[in-house]
């Protein structure tokens, strides 16, 4: 049986098309080519039945998604897009929630 990776998008893709939503379909079709089994992730589903999860993106929305697939012992792939779509102050508000302990992605990365 061919190993199985779930997709979770930087965005839905309903919400937003450009290059970081063709890169991920392009990695789709790769993976696919090479005889893997690719589902994209439904956040609507009771159950996730996967080898591998990999999360496009590393924003803070997709944290609780890395840390519980984590707690459920399924390996997580991260691809950071690194496009700058928030200003500086976002950025860092995300480095503070990082140092008051906060559940980030960015504290996940620097682990």
Do not use: C, N
């Not at 309903?14 to 970081?20: A, K, R, V, Y």
């Not at 690719?38 to 998604?65: K, Y």
């Not at 984590?70 to 995300?94: E, K, L, N």
């Amino acid at each position: 049986m061919a190993l199985h990776i779930t997709i979770v998008p930087h965005v839905p893709l309903s919400l937003g098309f450009g290059g970081l939503e063709i890169q991920q379909e392009r990695t789709i079709a790769a993976l696919q080519d090479r005889g893997l089994r690719v589902s994209r992730f439904d956040p609507w589903a009771r159950t996730l039945e996967t080898d591998i999860l990999h999360v496009f993106g590393s924003s803070h929305h997709q944290a609780e998604i890395v840390f519980r697939a984590a707690a459920r012992g399924i390996p997580v792939v991260v691809t950071s897009m690194f496009v700058r779509t928030h200003s500086a102050r976002s950025y860092a508000m995300g480095k503070m929630a990082d140092q008051l302990g906060l559940r980030t992605l960015y504290s996940v990365r620097r682990k």
